[in-house]
């Protein structure tokens, strides 16, 4: 019987680590830039962590059980609860803003498809403690360069941002009721995917009435900040609303990254507990599911903890990132390739070959030998799979006169060489 990992689960071989690796590593490194401190939590919580405020799509795709002492529990779906959790739990002690960053693995029992496990890894970035929209921005600015620093540019993606309270003042000026509020945000989220039609007849089933769901699906093509504007004077409402966005909008700007802009009025977000703005990152053609998606969360903390403080931050996954990479012909590398591979002549030359393969993995290189006794032809074939840089020769001559031979493998030059010129500079220049 053949076992198979089980749907939306992904098998990483090395080439597949190696691109998982390459994403956080990156990730770390832009964080740290900004002066975020990592955290972690526990992959599985409470299920009711989840059901108080995330909202109806995220708790349909819970891994929920009942443990062995009856407690019912999750596997986690996002972080941002825990992290709530977290900081509620010592908020009096830590020094506002907090900010806080995790790359944990998530689940979410999804339909499989591109883009879309069942598991994967979620960059999430957080400020918390602070409800000026410059910590809106400044995490917005750590999305964007941690996908610069992947080596993706202007072309490559965009970033839609809205604000929740803005939306919802529209939506109330057009007759949608408190209760109608999360059909509409749930129509809105689906306008880039869905047929008018459809999403029309869903919000006659959420009770509207034919022209305020028109109007719904109207406010969701609003774009730019004069638009909206426009838009909340049309429906009589205070421009200040905009004040927020303006300001995020502004401070992208002086950062330098305002061209990669655009306010989308059709971007609420599909969890429930955002307040006000709210951003997605797109690949440029849209033909991905969002990279990255993200907005302030104000009333969280409260909800989950006691604990009345503003929070804004986002996820951003590995797998939608590591497509577009990978569409873009920007995975860097081939495998490990090995500084040295080190061969015996003959059986008796054995024990050398350990000896200073220990001794060159001592310095830092990365070394490997056969693990068998084999023809000399056999094992330069594997260290050339390996794509070993260079290949390390001893056979008895070399063990009586203390020396080795060096061979580039690329050139297949080679320098017979006194053991003590083997220092990690000579056998790994640059
Ligand atoms: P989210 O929009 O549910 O937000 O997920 C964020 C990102 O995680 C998505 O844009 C996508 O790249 C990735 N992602 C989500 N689900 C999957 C999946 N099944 N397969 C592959 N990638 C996936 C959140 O989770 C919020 N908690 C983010 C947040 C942090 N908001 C504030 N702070």
Not at 4 to 32: C, S
Not at 103 to 121: C, M
Not at 248 to 268: F, H, K, N, Q
Request: net charge neutral.
């Amino acid at each position: 019987m053949q076992h198979q990992a089980l749907p939306g689960f992904r098998d990483l071989y090395p080439p597949d680590t190696a691109l998982k690796n390459h994403i956080i590593n990156t990730w770390r490194e832009v964080a740290r830039t900004y002066g975020f401190e990592e955290y972690d939590g526990p992959p599985l919580e409470s299920l009711n962590l989840y059901t108080e405020k995330s909202g109806d799509e995220i708790v349909d795709q819970l891994y929920a059980f009942t443990d062995k002492g009856g407690r019912a529990v999750a596997l986690r779906p996002e972080m941002t609860p825990t992290l709530a959790r977290m900081v509620a739990a010592r908020a009096p002690a830590l020094k506002k803003p907090i900010r806080w960053f995790a790359i944990p693995q998530l689940f979410r029992y999804e339909r499989q498809q591109r883009g879309r496990f069942r598991e994967h890894h979620q960059f999430n970035l957080d400020v918390i403690g602070e409800v000026s929209p410059l910590a809106d921005a400044e995490v917005i600015a750590v999305a964007i360069d941690s996908l610069h620093e992947l080596g993706l540019g202007e072309n490559d993606f965009r970033v839609l941002v809205s604000d929740r309270s803005v939306v919802k003042s529209l939506l109330l000026a057009a007759r949608v009721s408190e209760e109608q509020l999360g059909s509409a945000y749930a129509a809105m989220d689906k306008v880039h995917r869905e047929k008018t039609a459809n999403l029309h007849s869903f919000l006659l089933k959420a009770g509207m009435q034919k022209t305020v769901a028109n109007k719904v699906l109207d406010i969701a093509t609003v774009r730019g900040l004069t638009d909206v504007s426009n838009a909340i004077e049309r429906a009589g409402g205070d421009t200040a609303a905009t004040k927020n966005l303006s300001e995020c909008v502004e401070a992208l700007d002086a950062m330098g990254l305002g061209g990669m802009i655009d306010v989308d009025c059709s971007v609420v977000r599909g969890l429930a507990y955002y307040t006000g703005i709210v951003f997605e990152l797109f690949d440029s053609s849209k033909s991905l599911r969002a990279i990255c998606g993200g907005g302030r969360y104000d009333g969280l903390l409260k909800v989950l903890g006691g604990v009345d403080l503003p929070a804004v931050g986002f996820g951003m996954g590995d797998v939608v990132v590591g497509e577009l990479l990978k569409e873009r012909g920007l995975v860097p590398f081939e495998g490990m390739g090995l500084d040295v591979f080190v061969v015996g002549v003959t059986p008796e030359d054995v024990p050398e070959v350990m000896r200073l393969a220990r001794s060159l993995r001592g310095l830092g290189l990365s070394v490997e030998y056969p693990l068998r006794s084999q023809a000399l032809g056999k094992q330069m074939k594997l260290g050339a799979a390996r794509k070993a840089r260079t290949a390390i020769i001893i056979g008895p001559e070399e063990r009586s006169d203390g020396k080795v031979v060096v061979r580039i493998l690329a050139t297949g030059s080679e320098e017979r060489v006194e053991l003590s010129k083997l220092t990690k500079e000579y056998l790994r220049p640059d």
